[in-house]
């Protein structure tokens, strides 16, 4: 089946520390990824969706030049949260779409195992 | 307006039936999704219904769609302990094309001995 790898699982850094999320897709190609973040006991909120070779598109406020996103080739998408500050720390999920589409319902998307990121 | 609304808490004795319930708004979902999350990593779909369907069966998990009153139902027989997790309901409004999934706030489901 289609896998998504994401690294790191879990990044502890320091308060002012630019930390990058990679994401995989390991057997397929992926036109689009989505990266959302995750409180504790929350829901995922989309932050953007990043399509490959163009600007990834944010979501209402999140804010691009706090989380940059790269999606250079068909198989590899980067979050960086530049100057991470405490508040950041969250738990950050990627997720990718196969590049065929389709009009079938099952795995829109498909999800990597997330990053947890805590900054101190 | 787009949202997903769950109970957050269930809880199970083993080997009786879960039944988890979500509401959407969006008239225009053309899919609707269960996904489950294990402690500390991502989402594994479960199993998704078309919204001109009103029932869809896979092994232990039935879901029930209401789309008059816009009310998905996902209901787990035989919940054992590797059940234990939280679970989302999300909908895929047709205005995001592809792309774009609304998901709930998850319900955690607690299975007991």
């Known amino acids: 089946g289609a896998v998504v790898s994401q690294h790191p699982s879990w990044v502890i850094c320091k308060s002012g520390t630019s930390v990058k999320i990679e994401c995989r897709s390991l057997?397929?190609?992926?036109?689009?990824m989505f990266w959302y973040r995750q409180f504790p006991k929350q829901s995922l909120m989309l932050m953007a969706t990043s399509n490959e070779g163009s600007k990834a598109t944010y979501e209402q406020g999140v804010e691009k030049d706090k989380f940059l996103i790269n999606h250079a080739s068909l198989t590899l998408s980067t979050l960086t949260v530049t100057s991470a500050h405490p508040e950041d720390s969250s738990f950050y999920i990627c997720?990718?779409?196969?590049?065929?589409?389709?009009?079938?319902?099952?795995?829109?998307?498909?999800f990597g195992d997330g990053t947890r990121l805590s900054i101190l | 307006g787009e949202d997903v609304e769950q109970s957050l808490f269930l809880s199970v004795r083993e080997g009786d039936s879960s039944v988890i319930n979500c509401t959407y708004t969006d008239s225009s979902s053309t899919y609707l999704y269960w996904y489950k999350q294990e402690p500390g990593a991502g989402l594994q779909l479960l199993t998704y219904?078309?919204?001109?369907?009103d029932m869809k069966q896979d092994q232990r998990l039935t879901v029930l769609l209401n789309k008059k009153d816009k009310h998905l139902s996902l209901r787990i027989a035989d919940t054992q302990t590797g059940d234990s997790a939280i679970y989302f309901c999300a909908e895929r409004p047709l205005s995001g094309g592809y792309n774009k999934l609304i998901f709930g706030a998850g319900t955690r489901l607690a299975v007991h001995p």
């Open positions: 997720s990718a779409r196969h590049r065929s589409g389709g009009t079938v319902g099952n795995q829109p998307q498909h």
């Open positions: 219904i078309f919204s001109n369907m």
């Open positions: 057997d397929f190609q992926a036109t689009t």
